[in-house]
């Protein structure tokens, strides 16, 4: 049980395209998500935290506007990188939490802004 | 603001030896702690969850260590395998907070 999926696992986009990863509880309903990002040998940073139905909560210094998050369902949550720059490449993770504070964790998308 | 420090960041041990991690946390207001596995490219597994009013975990090999007043936590592997080789992560969850912060990882290789 408590099974995280991620969709896609690797994505390559050109600069200035927008790129959607989704984020699925596959056997539990989520009532939190969460994003994280992973730069290489540096640990995971918090981008947001969202509830379904409700706007997502940004950490300081994470453009809301480039990074948009959707948490439409109990068991989908969509992060949105906008007008992607190199700069944004990275190993993006997400996490769903049910009821209790134990976090599961997706297996990660990696994207390659070219 | 709470900081986790792991050490050493990264470790090489010869299979067959005990090996012991570490993990210290500024802030010791602290909901629980969790030891992950990450291996090169992919998500989180999770090892072991300390509740703040837990001491220890164990699961096989495996045993979590947690000193809440002294902001520590120790990660103990037994008789380490090849198959050990990889990233592993220490968070906390902060009482006030939701979201878990990570330490870098102390990355791990066994050889055979």
């Known amino acids: 049980g408590a099974v995280v999926s991620q969709h896609p696992s690797r994505v390559i986009c050109k600069s200035g395209t927008s790129v959607k990863i989704e984020c699925r509880s596959l056997?539990?309903?989520?009532?939190?998500m969460f994003w994280y990002r992973q730069f290489p040998k540096q640990s995971l940073m918090l981008m947001a935290t969202s509830n379904e139905g409700s706007k997502a909560t940004y950490e300081q210094g994470v453009e809301k506007d480039k990074f948009l998050i959707n948490h439409a369902s109990l068991t989908l949550s969509t992060l949105t990188v906008t007008s992607a720059h190199p700069e944004d490449s990275s190993f993006y993770i997400c996490?769903?939490?049910?009821?209790?504070?134990?976090?599961?964790f997706g297996p990660g998308t990696r994207l390659t802004v070219l | 603001k709470q900081e986790v420090t792991q050490i050493p960041a990264a470790l090489s041990v010869p299979e067959g030896e005990n090996l012991v991690l570490n993990c210290s946390f500024t802030?010791?207001?602290?909901?629980?702690l969790q030891w992950f596995r990450q291996d090169p490219g992919k998500g989180l597994t999770s090892l072991l969850l300390?509740?703040?009013?837990?001491r220890e975990q164990t699961s096989g090999r495996l045993n979590a260590s947690l000193d809440k007043s002294s902001g520590r936590s120790t990660l103990y592997i037994a008789a380490s395998q090849p198959g050990d080789s990889a990233t592993y992560l220490c968070a906390v969850l902060n009482q006030a907070g939701t979201a878990l912060i990570f330490g870098k990882g102390t990355t791990l290789s066994v050889s055979s």
């Open positions: 056997d539990f309903q989520a009532t939190t």
């Open positions: 996490s769903a939490r049910e009821r209790g504070d134990e976090q599961f």
């Open positions: 802030d010791s207001a602290i909901y629980n």
């Open positions: 300390i509740q703040s009013s837990q």
